[in-house]
């Protein structure tokens, strides 16, 4: 499956943006997705994260309550919407799938087996 990230961009604190993963190549909604995030000089870290068929979500403790994770098969597209964003929010955003992610496992990003490129997320205080 092919992943494409799309709709990073400039926001001030307190502002919003909504990341796209759109996927290409096989049926969808047999893959659980994720969202990670990678910024200068830290190591990737997870963000959060959906189930095959949405039935469950999972997020960083750093991002619950201002992010919400969804999934709309049917477009072949899981979204990252984000809320009262914060300049430690800034960072590359990569989407990612795996077919064979269990809970214990969704956090983790060595278990996800396709990438995205990444979208650039950038948050000014």
């Known amino acids: 499956v092919q992943l494409q990230a799309s709709g990073g961009g400039l926001v001030q604190a307190g502002g919003s943006l909504r990341l796209s993963c759109a996927a290409s190549g096989r049926t969808f909604s047999t893959f659980s997705v994720g969202w990670f995030r990678q910024a200068p000089g830290k190591e990737r870290e997870f963000v959060a994260a959906?189930?095959?068929?949405?039935?469950?979500?999972f997020y960083a403790d750093s991002v619950r309550g201002r992010f919400t994770i969804a999934r709309d098969n049917a477009k072949n597209t899981v979204y990252l919407q984000m809320n009262n964003l914060k300049p430690e929010d800034t960072a590359v955003y990569y989407c990612?799938?795996?077919?064979?992610?269990?809970?214990?496992?969704?956090?983790?990003?060595?278990?996800?087996?396709?990438w995205g490129q990444g979208t650039l997320v950038t948050v000014s205080s």
């Open positions: 959906i189930k095959r068929y949405g039935a469950s979500t």
């Open positions: 990612a799938a795996g077919e064979r992610l269990i809970s214990s496992t969704m956090r983790q990003w060595h278990f996800y087996d396709y």
